[in-house]
């Protein structure tokens, strides 16, 4: 019988998410580690992730001291265990770098006891986590048709010149042209980086993609014991080339999909380095990537070098120091490191946003001025405009049209026929036939293939009702377009009454300046954080739909295993994509400003976004309403703002351990990963961080709330402008702040007060902007009165 684990990684409850030195360890075996007891007297043992804060090292770290630490875990585990062998068989990883730690198979009640001791930080199961262009530097204004000003932050940051950015994902594709060293220097001297490449002979790093690890003890974990083909960073599910790719791919001229979008393919930081790090693999319940793998994946890409990490991967949001990502990501900004990550793809529920630790940038997904277009003609002279990448296209005449309720197979449910599901179509009702289908459940691509196999001549793909206007151009098996939910609803009225409904549809055309740009993807995921209300998450939105990137040859397209087709690059929707979007601009500003936190980034991104679209409106959601700060953050990323924001509010490793304060961690477990001794600040008060929005959660009569600023730009002073959140009324003190030099900081407070006669009892949403006339820092203001 199934545990209540193995029962949770097949539903798909669990989250996603080695190395040379621990090549050796072995995977524990409940045989083994009972030999002489009867398995039937105890329950499985399962992978679980110790956490033990960070190591001390001092500058002349050697692999004696990594291999001293990983002695002290076999000790530690040992007295659990009753010996040193016992836990060696155990343990599958040992952190040694910057994260203090382990994975081992435990029982549950070994880990029970393990999780008592004073210096374990957190202990979890090895949860699993799901993996979350041509165009889109256009549309973010780095270049105007192919023209690059000298005004664009890509002239003033030289492309990203030698920043190194990392990617934590299912590997690289080492032989795509964006991955070319073409015209690169020597790697850069500080890189400690290696091409894991033993086993795959055939993958080679240059100095571009300068380095490439692979990590699998996690994932082999819970799905058994892995072939030598999974011994490499390669990457053949095609998420970790297009992500590496969107952040700091070369320049790629032709880059199209099947012969669509074509232009110039490249990275946000074009002359960075890249690194791959892989820790996802192929799906176990619906899930790639896990939490022990994750946690390698960033202690070694901290060892190596890495300037920026995007991770494009999570899962539901859990507490901070149970999470891999959350740790990992912690480490890494304590040594300067930005790490970005995607805000995942559960939208258009509210709180659904995930990775939302405070030093995390969180980055949600929005559409471009960029359509495939292709149009739905129908017998009444109706003609929908929907999106493609179909390869191929009908002849330029009309078909009979179909509902696929109305082609249902007789042994099929309804529901399964509306979907398009395998097995729920009539072929002899379906053959020679325009089928219209409904999106939902299974994938997009997929009701293509089930259409073409039940003998559709094309595709007509509907949205429901959640999903609003966010059409996605894909690039179906067959002649296809995917059209909104009103034009939808429409083509099913049409067809429900007319005794002879007729259509065809258009070949994909590339239409660019389309409105309104940007509206939010409805599957990108939204908040409140349902850990921390007080942090304001996803910080930012980001291109994420339709991006055109580098590919796996690996795969087809489609990811299905019927498409036989292989393409360089194509074209691909979610959080994963908008996230490396912002991790190629933080490559730019690493460049420019060398000195800048990655607090101070983040600020500067955000503060400088925007929040109306490409015809002056508000950003809207799919279904075309207003979107709120829930869904975008701060706005919409702007790469040429965010160079010279003004001012900036930061923050340091003490003000993250002053967050973990007011969450109730104590002092005590705070020195095990602050490498020091460290006294909470009293009074503790989340909405007093220094995060550059402003949330307050549970708004009862007045509070007060202070901000410090930073000025990072010319000499000046910035005078308020408040824009209030409905119900609500807000005084700032002082009203103006001078600045006489770079590095000098001022702080204010805001009192916020709800009015009795009409206080908010749900979220509402408000902004403070600071300016000196040349420079706009603008904050969100979110509040929520009890």
Not at 245 to 259: D, L, P, Q
Not at 311 to 334: C, E, Q, R, W, Y
Not at 543 to 570: C, H, M, W
């Amino acid at each position: 019988m199934a545990s209540w684990y193995q029962k949770a990684v097949l539903r798909g409850d669990l989250h996603i998410i080695g190395s040379e030195e621990t090549k050796g360890v072995k995977q524990r075996s409940a045989a083994k580690r009972r030999s002489n007891e009867s398995k039937c007297h105890y329950p499985l043992p399962h992978p679980y992730v110790v956490y033990l804060g960070a190591h001390s090292f001092g500058p002349d770290v050697s692999s004696i001291d990594y291999n001293r630490v990983t002695e002290s875990h076999y000790e530690f585990l040992g007295s659990f265990l009753g010996s040193s062998d016992k836990a060696k068989d155990a343990i599958f990883y040992s952190y040694t770098r910057h994260i203090n730690g382990f994975a081992a198979t435990l029982e549950d009640e070994e880990a029970a006891q393990i999780a008592k001791h004073p210096k374990v930080v957190s202990l979890f199961l090895n949860k699993a986590r799901k993996l979350h262009t041509t165009r889109s530097w256009d549309f973010l204004g780095l270049e105007n048709n192919g023209v690059i000003h000298a005004s664009s932050i890509w002239k003033k940051a030289r492309f990203g010149e030698d920043t190194i950015i990392g990617n934590l994902d299912t590997g690289v594709w080492p032989e795509s042209k964006s991955f070319s060293d073409e015209g690169m220097g020597p790697v850069p001297s500080k890189w400690k980086g290696i091409c894991q490449n033993n086993v795959d002979a055939a993958f080679n790093c240059n100095r571009k993609l300068i380095g490439a690890r692979y990590f699998n003890k996690g994932y082999a974990a819970v799905a058994g014991p892995l072939n030598s083909s999974f011994d490499s960073p390669r990457d053949t599910e095609g998420h970790g080339s297009h992500t590496l790719s969107t952040a700091g791919g070369n320049f790629v001229a032709g880059a199209n999909v099947f012969g669509f979008g074509n232009g110039t393919a490249k990275g946000g930081s074009p002359k960075a380095r890249v690194a791959a790090y892989k820790v996802c693999w192929p799906p176990v319940g619906g899930n790639e990537c896990f939490d022990a793998d994750i946690l390698a994946g960033f202690d070694m890409a901290i060892h190596d070098g890495v300037d920026v990490l995007s991770v494009s991967l999570g899962g539901d949001p859990t507490p901070h120091f149970n999470d891999s990502v959350s740790i990992g990501s912690f480490h890494a900004v304590k040594h300067g490191i930005v790490v970005v990550c995607s805000a995942g793809n559960s939208g258009p529920a509210d709180a659904t946003v995930s990775n939302i630790s405070p030093w995390q940038i969180t980055v949600g997904a929005s559409t471009m001025d960029r359509q495939f277009s292709s149009y739905v003609n129908l017998g009444n002279k109706m003609r929908f405009k929907g999106e493609s990448l179909s390869a191929t296209g009908l002849p330029n005449m009309f078909f009979p049209l179909i509902s696929s309720v109305d082609a249902k197979a007789a042994n099929a449910s309804a529901g399964d026929a509306q979907l398009c599901k395998a097995g729920a179509l009539d072929f002899k009702k379906v053959k020679g036939k325009i089928l219209v289908c409904l999106r939902g459940d299974n994938a997009r691509v997929d009701k293509g293939q089930q259409a073409a196999l039940a003998g559709a001549v094309g595709m007509v793909l509907a949205n429901n009702e959640v999903s609003g206007n966010e059409i996605i151009a894909d690039p179906h098996v067959l002649p296809a377009s995917h059209i909104t939910y009103t034009d939808g609803v429409a083509v099913f009225h049409y067809i429900n009454s007319t005794g002879s409904p007729m259509a065809y549809i258009t070949r994909p055309k590339s239409q660019l300046g389309t409105k309104p740009a940007p509206f939010m993807a409805a599957f990108s995921s939204k908040g409140p954080s349902t850990i921390t209300p007080e942090i304001l998450k996803p910080d930012i939105t980001a291109p994420g739909v339709s991006v055109i990137a580098a590919y796996t040859e690996a795969q087809g397209p489609t990811n299905q295993d019927f498409d036989k087709r292989r393409v360089l690059f194509n074209s691909v929707s979610g959080t994963s994509m908008s996230c490396p979007h912002v991790s190629g601009i933080v490559g730019l500003l690493k460049t420019l400003h060398p000195d800048w936190s990655p607090a101070a980034i983040r600020s500067a991104i955000m503060t400088t976004a925007r929040k109306r679209d490409n015809i002056l409106e508000p950003i809207t959601n799919a279904s075309y309403y207003e979107a709120t700060p829930f869904s975008y953050g701060a706005g919409h990323v702007q790469p040429n703002r965010a160079m010279d924001p003004g001012l900036v509010y930061d923050l340091t490793v003490k003000d993250y351990l002053g967050f973990l304060c007011a969450l109730g961690y104590n002092e005590t477990q705070i020195k095990l990963f602050s490498e020091g001794s460290f006294t909470c600040p009293k009074p503790i008060s989340l909405t007093n961080f220094n995060y550059p929005s402003i949330t307050v959660p549970k708004l009862n009569g007045t509070v007060t709330v202070s901000r410090t600023v930073k000025n990072v730009g010319s000499p000046g002073t910035y005078k308020v402008r408040i824009l209030k959140p409905a119900g609500i009324s807000i005084f700032v003190k002082p009203e103006s702040l001078k600045f006489e030099k770079i590095g000098e900081e001022r702080t204010f407070k805001l009192t916020l007060k709800a009015k009795k006669a009409n206080a908010a009892k749900d979220y509402v949403f408000g902004e403070l902007t600071w300016s000196d006339g040349k420079h706009y820092v603008r904050s969100p203001i979110v509040v929520k009165a009890l």
